[in-house]
């Protein structure tokens, strides 16, 4: 069983920064893909980024260049820097993993924090 828990989430201007966290429990976090999803007001969920266990990192095209996702294995964190920030960004941002190296579809997820992005 992975828990996951975000955290950074808030209210950014257009153009500005945000940082996410993701703290992740058990003791194996260095052998976890790590992923960020997002869901907007009325629109499924959408994958954002992932990073693997050597570090290799892929982005969806809408974010690819403003957010890198990267992690620390010493505090069972995963990150997401946002920069560049759009209101078409705002949506509840969800930490997720496999709990394996391997990428398919995550079977843990976070509870989500809340980003906003005003104009």
């Known amino acids: 069983q992975v828990q996951l828990v975000e955290s950074g989430g808030g209210l950014v201007q257009a153009g500005g920064s945000l940082r996410l966290s993701c703290a992740a429990s058990?003791?194996?976090?260095?052998?976890?893909?790590m992923g960020w999803f997002r869901q907007a007001p009325a629109k499924e969920r959408e994958f954002v980024a992932r990073?693997?266990?050597?570090?290799?990192?892929t982005y969806a095209d809408s974010v690819k260049g403003r957010f890198t996702i990267s992690r620390d294995n010493a505090k069972n964190t995963v990150y997401l820097q946002m920069n560049t920030m759009k209101p078409e960004d705002t949506a509840l941002y969800y930490c997720?993993?496999?709990?394996?190296?391997?990428?398919?579809?995550?079977?843990?997820w976070g509870q989500g924090t809340q980003v906003t992005v005003s104009s």
């Open positions: 058990g003791r194996t976090f260095s052998s976890y893909h």
């Open positions: 990073i693997s266990v050597s570090g290799g990192t």
């Open positions: 997720a993993t496999t709990g394996t190296m391997y990428w398919y579809t995550p079977r843990y």
